[in-house]
């Protein structure tokens, strides 16, 4: 190739590079930043990547290049608000030199995104997607009803789950801009009770996601005596 021919190649490429948004991968702790946008009930009941209904009512995400089950904190630049969603379907596939994620309806509330639909934002792997290192080992299922910058707020859902439900517990993380907690309902043994109990919780007016985890990462699953009485009949 001529040297001109090579040199002009070399440009085109730095000049992609630059517009692209880098890809993530799924190592904590990944980053990236570009713009997000989110969807919402045009596509409720529409089956995702990962196989599930989308609900805009799930802390949700669409994102290229992520595993499927892949945590996220997404942190929007111009407010400081932040919300932790679960990788679950693809996308975005319009202007993808700029959107590097969809968020749900839930999510994009939490961001602050709702009315503008558009934001600028960084987006940072806070937990691989799960997966089963032992031969034997099962996956359990859990609810995760929050993530908090701040521990009262945190401790205040708790107790709420804790009047009402067994097998709630706060979880602390280091997260991209600092310690966060999590608040999880759990674990149940099949993916059809988590959702049972999911739904009661949205019908609540909690935003949620259910996420999967190795069954020896928790105590024994809740029986089903514990929720039993609040599921929808």
């Not at 929007?76 to 700029?98: C, F, M, S, W």
């Not at 034997?136 to 439900?165: N, P, R, S």
């Not at 966060?180 to 059809?192: E, H, K, M």
């Amino acid at each position: 190739m001529p040297k001109t021919q090579l040199l002009c190649f070399m440009v085109v490429v730095a000049i992609l590079h630059t517009w692209l948004p880098t890809p993530l991968q799924a190592h904590v702790p990944s980053t990236q930043q570009g713009v997000a946008s989110w969807y919402g009930q045009a596509f409720a009941g529409r089956p995702t990547a990962s196989g599930t209904p989308f609900s805009p009512r799930d802390m949700t995400a669409a994102h290229r290049t992520l595993p499927l089950g892949t945590k996220v904190m997404v942190h929007n630049l111009e407010t400081g608000e932040q919300t932790e969603v679960k990788i679950t379907d693809r996308g975005p596939y319009a202007e993808p030199r700029r959107r590097i994620i969809d968020v749900s309806r839930a999510a994009a509330t939490r961001l602050g995104l709702l009315d503008r639909g558009l934001g600028r934002v960084q987006v940072a792997v806070t937990e691989p997607a799960a997966t089963v290192r032992a031969p034997k080992e099962a996956l359990v299922y859990v609810i995760q009803v929050g993530a908090f910058a701040e521990y009262a707020g945190a401790q205040g859902v708790l107790a709420q789950l804790q009047d009402c439900y067994g097998g709630a517990y706060m979880e602390a993380r280091q997260g991209p801009i600092g310690r966060y907690y999590r608040v999880r309902l759990g674990p149940f043994a099949t993916a059809a009770h988590a959702a049972q109990v999911a739904h009661v919780l949205q019908g609540d007016g909690h935003a949620i996601f259910v996420d999967e985890i190795p069954a020896l990462a928790r105590p024994d699953p809740i029986p089903e005596a514990w929720y039993a009485w609040r599921a929808p009949h």
